[in-house]
């Protein structure tokens, strides 16, 4: 079987003149390249947006060069099929002395060609999803990683709806780049240029005339595709205020109805849904410009070079209709992939502003991390020591030249008006915060020269409003201490007066699901199992952070005995709002707008502190009218 398109290409290669336009078309498309990298234009976007993505694709070179060889497979095998134009025409068609075995050839080709689509799409389509999953586990998994490593100013400030938008929804958009980049953008470039092969062989003179009109399409799909992008990231953004108000309304529905705002509440969500909605419109308006653009270009071009077909064939300048229907099915296939190339690149203009936002959460840095001289910090044994701390936060001081020292096993209390700076304060222990000025020190040893590892490793935390896991009890219980066995999670539970509840009040005992944020059991069941978690880490350094501020007297009782048992043997900082509960402190610390304004004992301060005795005569005439009115 004679194939004419090689015949043509080679008579191509061989006319000077023919070569001589070629080279040149290509010298303009190049130039014009040139000039936009010049700019900046091009660089910058492969530098900023799409090399960091390269570099997690990059990866699985394996399965990336599987993917290039399988899909020029079904690249070749889909184009090739044009091949068998002329020769069906010129020995089935248009032969007069036609018999049933010239076809064999061609029938056995188009069947091989059959073959290579089916194998190369399976294929293809199995190593591209193999590699975009690979990818987008680990965007998450990096993402996630930078998060948690963040400080607590940062967590401070972001709002968790923005922060699950960017690791669910941007991450989903991140992941449409991978695909157009293993997909369209790799298929369609590689199905261009065979079908360019096809068209040449079948009229290297037409040819030509495409390749002149190809530098004209460069520019306007350059300024549409920016447009793009930046329109697809401010949806992006508006995406994240309209989760953000949404996921607020459901942490709080409890308060929503309360106060019966839910008409409130979902006003807001829809005029941040509105808002993301002109700015998707935005994107489409870009986008369907783009494609009409390339339409229009595409459609007038085919009919243009038809009619030059036409009459090169009625004039007979080297093309027979073979050759034409043969030219006209190549430059179909190669206008087809030109029209789902731009697609793809709209595409990827709109899906790496997911990736973008992505990547900004990974350049994050935390503000507090260990000094790079670090050092392990020895089991703690004497004092914890404040020498002149300063603290502000976004400018505004909090904390202002404190001077404090707890002795190993004593028992701290801090006390002040509410806005005074005490759960600052100890918040700076375990380096939540970082000072300003002055040092902390545990054993003679400034905290911001020992690792954080180690730091954190010597302090448990009870805090104000107990946080459970959406786990079992056991876990919850056992987060501080993984290689706890049940022996030592049950000794916990029992110490925190928590074991007799466990097994006799929840469904399935240690195994029961907390639920999210522990919704599923009381405030005093919570605050005993995140005591008994607290026991379970066996930390010297204990913080308690007004523990039993939001209980009922049933269970504060239940809660204070379990916290007698946890301080025992430890050195205890602890915030109170009432101070009845640490009116037997071995020290009690009174904070006023930032400084300390007494230190000592109960009756000491009494007589000492200004502060202090305002703040418990308050305390003690409230108890005494609310007995009264009872």
Known sequence: ???????????????????????????????????????GIILRQVRDHYGRLFKYVARYKPAIFMTVVVTTVYSSASVGRVALTQP????????????????????????????????GGFLKTYFREYVIGRVVVDLRNDAADNLLGLSMDFHDKKKTGELLSRM????????????????????????????????????????????????????????????????????????????????QAFSGVKIVKSFGMEEVEKQKFHKENEGYFKKFLSVVRAKAGSNAFVEFASNTGAAGLFALGCYMLTMKWGLDAPSLITFVLANTIMYKAIRELVRGVNKLQESMSGAQRVFELMELRPTVKDAPDAQPLPAFSRDIVFRNVTFTYDKEPVLKDVNLDVSAGELVAVVGPSGAGKTTLLNLIPRFYDICDGAIEVDGRDIRKVTIASLIAQIAIVGQEPFLFHTTIRDNIRYGNQSATEEDII?????????????????????????????????????????????????????????????????????????????????????AHRLSTVMHADKIVVLEN???????????????????????????SRTVTERFTL
């Open 88 to 119: 069906a025409m010129n020995d089935i068609l248009m032969n007069p002395n036609f018999n049933i075995g010239a076809a064999t050839p061609i029938v056995t080709a188009a069947l091989i060609l059959a073959i290579g689509m089916a194998a």
């Open 168 to 247: 669910t929804f941007d991450v989903s958009v991140a992941q449409k780049s991978v695909e157009l980049l293993l997909g369209e953008l790799l298929e369609q470039p590689l199905t261009i240029v065979i079908a360019v092969i096809a068209a040449f062989g079948a009229s290297w003179q037409l040819s030509l005339v495409v390749f002149l009109g190809m530098p004209a399409l460069i520019i306007p799909l350059k300024k549409l595709g920016w447009k793009i992008r930046k329109s697809s990231r401010k949806s992006l953004e508006r995406l994240a205020g309209a989760t953000q108000a949404i996921n």
């Open 594 to 620: 930032g400084e300390v304004v007494g230190t000592g004992k109960h009756d000491e301060l009494l007589i000492t502190c200004p502060t202090y005795k305002k703040l418990y005569t308050s305390q003690f």
């Open 491 to 575: 000794a916990a539970a029992k110490a925190a007066n928590a074991h007799d509840f466990i097994v006799n009040e929840l469904p399935e005992g240690y195994d029961t699901q907390a639920g999210e944020h522990g919704v599923r059991i009381s405030g005093g069941q919570r605050q005993r199992i995140t005591i008994a978690r607290a026991i379970l880490k066996n930390a010297p350094i204990l913080i308690l952070d007004e523990a039993t501020s939001s209980l009922d007297s049933e269970s504060e009782r239940l809660v204070q005995d379990a916290l007698n048992r946890l301080m025992t043997n430890r050195t205890t900082l602890v915030i």
């Open 1 to 39: 079987m004679k194939i004419p398109l090689f015949d043509n290409i080679k008579g191509f290669l061989a006319n000077p003149v023919a070569m001589a336009v070629a080279v040149g078309s290509v010298a303009v498309i190049v130039a014009a390249m040139v000039v936009l990298v010049k700019r």
